[in-house]
């Protein structure tokens, strides 16, 4: 897939909080301009115009407006869960769309940017996942964090399940399986869990070159880490309803070993 720069008039201009001025870097059609002077409020724009306008063979397959619009939006959200402490702002044809204001480094837990991008109701039924695991080899250890939705919140589609690698918004066959294993006991069959989830591993025992787009990662060790995915949240799991049966809350925060099969 041709990046935006090369198939549109696509405008990246940036300030810095000590800069007395900022910075623009003009592409048209992927012809790339000098980097000028402009004037420019704090923080990065990203002004993407007249979308396939050199390559009109493309264009005709563009679907509806807000169909596209809503792809925009779909990946917004991934890079608004991802850096809570940055704000985003997204414009369409001269209009303010929606705003993801910023709430500090560790906001993802306190659960305001959960609320703008996945709705209050998310929220209401989150459980908090942040948990670490020590593998026997004395590697560096995994950390698996974020959100899971308790099983009464459940989507008839996968729109909202995030997972992210070291920051990277990832899609991963072996993780998704442990997921949905982890759910298998309290799921009904043919509905999906919503979660956000960041797993945290040594990048030197992840691939993050297995795809184009750097949309799938391959896992030096799958099999340790779908087994540290799905018993981290099958523990959560148990751990609320144990909470919930007793009258309760359940515990948040653990650690645990895990040894390599």
Known sequence: MRPARSVSRFLLASRRGDDDRGSALQVDGGRVGEIAPKAQALGTTVEVRDLFYNVPARRKFLRAERTELGHIEDWLRQLALARPDVELRVSHNGKPLRRYKPDGQN?????????????????????????????????????????????????????????????RAVRDRSVAHAVKQAYADVLFHGRQPAYVLFLEVDPRRVDVNVHPAKHEVRFRDARLIHDFVYRTLQTVLAETRAGAEAGVAAPDRAQSDVTQA
């Open 107 to 167: 906001a993802l837990f306190s659960g305001d940017r959960l609320t703008e991008t996945l709705g209050e109701e998310f929220l209401a039924h989150a459980l908090q996942v942040d948990r670490t695991a020590f593998a026997s080899e004395g590697g560096a250890p995994l950390r698996l964090s974020g959100w899971i939705a308790q099983p009464a919140y459940s989507r008839a589609s996968a729109d909202q399940q995030f997972l992210y690698v070291n920051g």
